[in-house]
């Protein structure tokens, strides 16, 4: 078996464990709202905290900005590329009632996950920057990216790949501009 069949296989096996769980109300509040958080309204909760906490929150800022700019390209070139249909066209999770988000032709498709993607390349933008906020930073964006998945809007697979290209994005973006 190639490594993608097996990848392929055990997102399908994944997906339908998570498909067919019955997680507690508070998951299903935390992963709602973490979801939520990741289509926009984080990243603008982070750019008034940035702004608000003088000259090195504004350069954070930019950078923050140019990783999710980087990240947002590549996102769209790849799901272009890939095209890889969603967990959730398949069957909805039973104790969710979530879509897409579909702004873009682009978010018909899984791969990558748009959400983890941005999480970490802006939280690991801020982690870097301010070393004491790293630890609840990294946490928020592991939230939406494990939401994703949880949702059953998302393959693991999509997950994990955004997080790490993120993650390569954000510190890449960090030593360049503010190291």
């Known amino acids: 078996m190639s490594v993608l069949a097996y990848v392929l296989a055990s997102d399908d096996r994944l997906s339908g464990r998570i498909l067919e769980w019955r997680p507690p109300r508070w998951v299903r509040v935390w992963m709602l709202a973490a979801t939520r958080l990741g289509d926009g309204w984080l990243w603008v909760a982070t750019a008034v905290l940035l ?3 003088g000259s090195r929150g504004f350069q954070v800022l930019s950078a923050a900005a ?4 980087i990240a947002n390209v590549l996102l769209v070139c790849v799901k272009r590329r890939v095209r890889r249909a969603r967990p959730c066209e398949r ?3 039973r104790n969710f009632d979530v879509d897409p988000l579909c702004w873009f032709p682009s978010d018909r498709f899984s791969f ?3 959400h983890a993607l941005n999480a970490f390349a ?3 933008v801020v982690a870097f920057a301010f070393p004491l906020v790293a ?9 939406v ?3 994703r998945v949880v949702l059953g809007l998302h393959w693991l697979s999509d997950v994990l790949a955004g997080v790490l290209v993120g993650l390569f994005i954000g510190a890449s973006v960090w030593l360049a501009l503010l190291q």
């Open 145 to 147: 990216a494990a939401s």
């Open 135 to 143: 630890v609840p930073a990294l946490a928020v964006a592991a939230s």
């Open 122 to 124: 802006i939280g690991s």
């Open 91 to 93: 069957a909805k999770a």
């Open 112 to 114: 990558p996950s748009g």
């Open 51 to 53: 702004t608000a906490s």
């Open 66 to 69: 140019v990783s999710a700019a």
